[in-house]
């Protein structure tokens, strides 16, 4: 079975950056269509990002547009978040999706394949 790692997840100051990675071990996620999503304590899972298999479409919540930026890099099995500008209000547990049958979408509901988490926490 598929299964997701997500990486790169820690304590960054308001404005500051950091780059979530998502990979698989013993699966290329080449066919893959791949989602980021976040949950927050008392919160819904919510959709903030998604990219297709190859890389040609993807999508962003409201919230983080201009801000994230969504790629994957097929030869090295990875997807990536780039989150810049961050603000307290994206703090939150940051997971990656997966799904061979969708070509983009942040609803959680359509991914069969879920990673364990990430933590991010924007603060002073």
């Known amino acids: 079975q598929l299964q997701l790692v997500e990486s790169g997840g820690g304590l960054v100051q308001p404005g500051g950056s950091l ?11 080449y066919n893959y269509a791949i989602g980021w999503f976040r949950q927050a304590p008392g919160k819904e899972r919510e959709g903030v990002s998604c990219i297709s298999s190859s890389g040609s479409n993807t999508n962003y919540v409201d919230s983080v547009k201009g801000r994230f930026t969504i790629s994957r890099d097929n030869a090295k099995n990875t997807v990536y978040l780039q989150m810049n ?11 990656c999706a997966a799904d061979v049958s969708i070509i983009c979408d942040t609803r959680p509901d359509l991914y069969d394949y879920w990673g364990q988490g990430t933590q991010v926490t924007v603060s002073s």
Not at 85 to 95: C, N, V
């Open 85 to 95: 500008s961050l603000e307290p209000e994206d703090t939150a547990l940051y997971y």
């Open 19 to 29: 780059r979530l990675s998502c990979t698989a071990s013993r699966f290329t996620l």
